[in-house]
Structure formats: C-alpha cells, structure tokens
Nanobody, 124 residues
Framework: QVQLVESGGGLVQAGGSLRLSCAAS????????MGWFRQAPGKEREFVAA????????YYAESVKGRFTISRDNAKNTVRLQMNSLKPEDTANYYC?????????????????WGQGTQVTVSS
C-alpha cells in the first residue's frame, strides 16, 4: 500500500507559477513510476506528466509541454510538478499517482495508487 499526499495548490493569476508536491509513504517509492493527472469539473481525468523511477524519462501532455516540469527525489519519497506560465485552462484538481511498473502509461486506470488531490485555480 502506498499513501500519497499532495500539497501546493492554490489560486494564482494567469502567467504565474505554482509548485505541487506529493509525499509518498512507502520506502520502496523508487520502484514506482509517478504521474500527475488533473480533473476539471465536468471533465474526465487527464494525464499531465509522468516520470520513470530513476528520473531518466519524463513525459508530458502536449498542453503543458514547455511550461510544466516533473521531478522526483527518491531519497525523500517526493515527486514535484513545477507549473509555470499558468493559464485559466489549467484550472483543475491535480492528483498524484503511483504505478508499480517499468512502463509509463498515460491511462489513469493503470495507476495503482492515488492521492486526494490539490486544487489549482488560475484566474484570468
């Protein structure tokens, strides 16, 4: 079992930045692929970014590429999402997820553990 706790959400103006953090409970954190997803009201949960266990590979949704950066610190069981140049359409509840696999996937259902989410609101 892996418990994930997100933090760092909030209200920011368009063009601003936020950094989300996700703390994992499990000492074998490094065995997991970590991902960030988001869900806006009335919409399906969508992939934002993912990172391999050793940080060698990162993947981003086209809508955030060049603006968001995912990183992880296995020594601290933490994954982060640096979000720059935020847009109103980035407004959503952001979720951290863990997948016990060597293969990164964009599909939410293939992630094994989820946090409760943190709200990000970008005003225009």
């Amino acid at each position: 079992q892996v418990q994930l706790v997100e933090s760092g959400g909030g209200l920011v103006q368009a063009g601003g930045s936020l950094r989300l953090s996700c703390a994992a409970s499990r000492r074998t954190f490094s065995n997991y692929i970590m991902g960030w997803f988001r869900q806006a009201p009335g919409k399906e949960r969508e992939f934002v970014a993912a990172i391999s266990w050793n940080s060698a590979n990162t993947y981003y949704a086209e809508s955030v590429k060049g603006r968001f950066t995912i990183s992880r610190d296995n020594a601290k069981n933490t994954v982060r999402l640096q979000m720059n140049s935020l847009k109103p359409e980035d407004t959503a509840n952001y979720y951290c997820a863990a997948r016990y696999s060597e293969t990164i996937t964009y599909t939410p259902a293939r992630y094994n553990y989820w946090g409760q989410g943190t709200q990000v609101t970008v005003s225009s």
